[in-house]
């Protein structure tokens, strides 16, 4: 089991260590693509949960 956590923590790792790295590589044109698909997502999450209701 301890293996497992090992290994699941090191990936966690390695894959926000990746993301935070593209992130950094982004200039301003891929930003605000990245914020206007953020906020879409966001939209339609508020979206859906206003639905359940």
């Known amino acids: ?3 497992i956590t090992e290994a699941l923590g090191t990936w ?3 894959a926000v260590s990746g ?3 593209w992130f950094n ?3 301003r044109e891929e ?3 990245v914020l206007a698909v953020g906020s879409a997502l ?3 999450c508020m979206r859906g ?3 359940g209701r």
């Open 1 to 3: 089991m301890e293996i």
């Open 12 to 14: 966690c790792n390695s």
């Open 19 to 21: 993301t935070w790295h």
């Open 25 to 27: 590589t982004l200039n």
């Open 31 to 33: 930003w605000m693509v």
């Open 42 to 44: 966001g939209f339609l």
């Open 49 to 51: 949960l206003r639905a």
